[in-house]
């Protein structure tokens, strides 16, 4: 089955740069989105189709994809932007399948 | 605004089924597909089909095939996720999640989550 593989943590000091990859197959061909999950709460779409935020979405998040990877940036990042990242995508076997990453906790400290 | 308000916890015996309920608010609910995802304590998000709620039409997740059935009542602007056979492992908060794009005829993306019902399946 199609997997989408994230590193499972990240660190960073406060202002500093966080960037989350998701590897996948099939990323060359179908879109990456990307949630934010912090600790009891629903996911929140923080990035849609690569690279677009949804409104209400602070700017320092931003999304890019090249190849079979694609990359969540949290650019100057806050104390309140540690969660679980997790990618997101669909298959490309023509089932349109959707699959989640393996997730990503980011520390802000 | 969009809401998705999901039925309470349940607690079922291994072997059972559980049906949980998404009822939708402020939007046109035929004109968004609906997706299901659960995650089990400590674990990712898991992908567990969609419904398009206009015209029935469903897809399903390999792991949950057979097991898992997502339906809806446009009367009520409700979708349902059925799970039989249910086993220890399958306890898990399940979310119902709105796609993000209206009228598309596959799967693509969630925007709006309900708040997550928990289900445990214990003996």
């Known amino acids: 089955s199609y997997e989408l593989t994230q590193p499972p943590s990240v660190s960073v000091s406060p202002g500093q740069t966080a960037r989350i990859t998701c590897s996948g197959d099939?990323?060359?061909?179908?879109?990456a989105y990307w949630y934010q999950q912090k600790s009891g709460q629903a996911p929140v779409l923080v990035i849609y189709e690569d690279s677009k935020r949804p409104s209400g979405i602070p700017e320092r998040f931003s999304g890019s994809s090249s190849g079979t990877m694609a990359t969540l940036t949290i650019s100057g990042a806050q104390v309140e932007d540690e969660a679980d990242y997790y990618c997101y995508s669909t298959d490309s076997s023509g089932n349109h399948r959707g699959v989640f990453g393996t997730g990503t906790k980011v520390t802000v400290l | 605004q969009v809401q998705l308000v999901q039925s309470g916890a349940e607690v079922k015996k291994p072997g059972a089924s559980v049906k949980v309920s998404c009822k939708a608010s402020g939007y046109t609910f035929t004109s968004y597909a609906m997706h299901w995802v659960r995650q089990a304590p400590g674990q990712r998000l898991e992908w567990m089909g969609w419904?398009?709620?206009?015209?029935?039409?469903?897809k399903y997740s390999q792991k949950f095939q057979g097991r898992v059935t997502i339906t809806r009542d446009t009367s009520a602007s409700t979708a349902y996720m059925e799970l039989s056979s249910l086993r220890s492992e399958d306890t898990a908060v399940y979310y119902c999640a709105r796609e993000l794009v209206a009228i598309v005829v596959v799967p693509a993306a969630m925007d709006y989550w309900g708040q997550g019902t928990l289900v445990t399946v214990s003996s």
């Open positions: 419904i398009n709620a206009g015209n029935g039409n469903t």
């Open positions: 099939a990323l060359p061909k179908k879109y």
